[in-house]
């Protein structure tokens, strides 16, 4: 339960493709989904986050789409660039007041890479 | 603003030693949590700290133990290490008013030979 499974591992698209990762979770009480990147040699920064009262959030090139009942969202990277060859990370979280808060259960990342 | 600050950025120990690493939450953050990211383990929580008390704690050994100072810094101690404790270890703050948004730092690089 405590579980989120990300996939795929490894991802390699074409300058200007829309580059898509998915990850499920299990645990109901999960109310905080963020997308983390890295870069080599650099901690992971947030990119960006959902809560599950809304099924899409758009930032720039980045969109989260959450579907509450299958336990399922993605990220879309629409016009991939080159710099954005990295680690991406799906995470979820509790409440902070819950047995699962601060703490982020994070997916196994995925390694994207951009060709130009 | 200051990032979150880890010291020291790499450090080579021998098995059998412990070992204690720093990190500094950005100014005002008063909640500190700590991950170890390993190829193969990925990235798993260790510790969070709010207000000098643990609140939460990871599936880890008794060997990985850490404390928060009045001042918000933390520290993490392993002891008697292992060469599977070898990894990046993350230290991450976030203010007491956000509920979420976790800044990290650029984690201490530890290899044990």
């Known amino acids: 339960q405590q579980q989120v499974k990300q996939s795929p591992q490894s991802l390699i698209v074409q300058k200007g493709g829309i580059s898509i990762i998915n990850c499920a979770y299990e645990?109901?009480?999960?109310?905080?989904f963020p997308w983390y990147q890295q870069f080599p040699g650099k901690g992971p920064a947030l990119l960006i986050a959902?809560?599950?009262?809304?099924s899409e959030k758009k930032e720039g090139r980045f969109t989260i789409s959450f579907n509450k009942s299958a336990k399922q969202f993605s990220l879309h990277i629409m016009d991939s660039q080159p710099g954005d060859s990295a680690t991406y990370f799906c995470?979820?979280?509790?409440?902070?007041?819950?047995?699962?808060?601060?703490?982020?259960?994070f997916g196994q990342g995925t390694e994207l890479s951009v060709k130009p | 603003k200051a990032g979150v600050t880890q010291t020291p950025r790499y450090l080579i120990k021998t098995r059998g030693q412990q070992v204690t690493l720093s990190c500094s939450p950005i100014?005002?953050?008063?909640?500190v949590s700590w991950y170890q990211q390993t190829p193969g383990q990925g990235l798993q929580f260790l510790f969070e700290?709010?207000?000098?008390?643990?609140?939460n704690k990871g599936n880890f050994p008794g060997r990985f133990s850490g404390r928060q100072f009045s001042n918000s810094r933390s520290e993490m101690n392993v002891s008697t290490l292992e060469l599977g404790d070898s990894a990046l270890y993350l230290c991450?703050?976030?203010?007491?008013?956000?509920?979420?948004?976790?800044?990290f730092g650029s984690g201490t690089r530890l290899t044990v030979v």
């Open positions: 991450a703050s976030r203010a007491a008013t956000a509920l979420y948004g976790y800044t």
């Open positions: 645990n109901t009480a999960f109310d905080y």
């Open positions: 959902i809560r599950p009262d809304v």
């Open positions: 995470a979820a979280s509790g409440p902070p007041s819950g047995n699962q808060g601060g703490k982020l259960i």
């Open positions: 100014s005002g953050h008063r909640s």
């Open positions: 700290y709010f207000s000098e008390t643990q609140r």
